[in-house]
């Protein structure tokens, strides 16, 4: 099976413009997630969406958006990027919140997309 | 609020070399605990993770991981490892607030020498 898969790879884009950044997650998996990860850091928390609707959100400002289609894949938008938003941007994807027991899930992740901002 | 603290930013050991990498967590609910690992240029890969049940957690590659709940820690261990191992790991906590969301660490870079 494929796994979690993002595109594009890589992308540069200039101060001021708006990327969409697309995943696929696992088939049969329902949540998708974003994630950024700033070079030296760990990931944070952005976007979590679940049978196409938002269920969670980070802190992050409302540039940022992000949607979840009936095929359940997933994109990500960013306006008005600036030079902070240069990240690798992860997509995640689960079967659902949880399983007939009542326990969490573990996340898939995709390899990330890589956007410089100039 | 949940957090997570990784003591090491970077650990250097020689192959074939056992390597533990420190985890520390806070949070006033029970928690969910997982190690990832990221290659260069690469997403995470989920190494282990531990929802419930027995403390002490097998996972991919040789790794292992024990839940100690008195000292909230998680620390992974490794009794041997590669030049292959040579990546950064992350610790990793999640609480069911109504949906998944994965608090991470500052990631610790492990370097393994001949």
């Known amino acids: 099976d494929a796994g979690v898969t993002q595109s594009p790879t890589h992308l540069i884009k200039t101060r001021g413009q708006q990327v969409t950044l697309r995943c696929s997650p696992i088939?049969?998996?329902?949540?998708v997630s974003w994630y950024q990860q700033v070079l030296g850091q760990g990931p944070q928390f952005i976007f979590q969406y679940y049978e196409k609707e938002e269920r969670g959100r980070g802190n992050f400002p409302d540039r940022f958006s992000a949607r979840q289609f009936p095929n359940y894949s997933s994109e990500l938008n960013v306006n008005a990027l600036l030079l902070g938003d240069s990240a690798l941007y992860l997509c995640a994807s689960s079967p659902k919140w949880t399983d007939e027991d009542g326990r969490l899930y573990g996340y898939t992740f995709g390899s990330g997309t890589r956007l410089t901002v100039v | 609020a949940q957090s997570v603290t990784q003591l090491d930013s970077q650990v250097p050991v020689f192959e074939e070399a056992p390597v533990e990498l420190r985890c520390n967590y806070s949070s006033s609910v029970s928690v969910y605990l997982f190690w990832y690992v990221q290659y260069p240029n690469q997403g995470l890969q989920l190494l282990l993770k531990?929802?419930?049940?027995?403390?002490l957690v097998k996972g991919i590659n040789g790794f292992e991981a024990e839940f100690n709940k008195s000292q909230t820690s998680f620390h992974l261990r490794k009794p041997s490892v590669h030049i292959s191992d040579t990546a950064e790991y992350f610790c990793?906590?999640?609480?069911?607030?109504?949906?998944?969301?994965?608090?991470f660490g500052t990631g610790t870079r492990l370097l393994v020498s001949p």
């Open positions: 088939s049969g998996h329902k949540s």
């Open positions: 990793a906590v999640s609480v069911d607030t109504g949906f998944q969301k994965l608090v």
């Open positions: 531990y929802l419930s049940g027995s403390t």
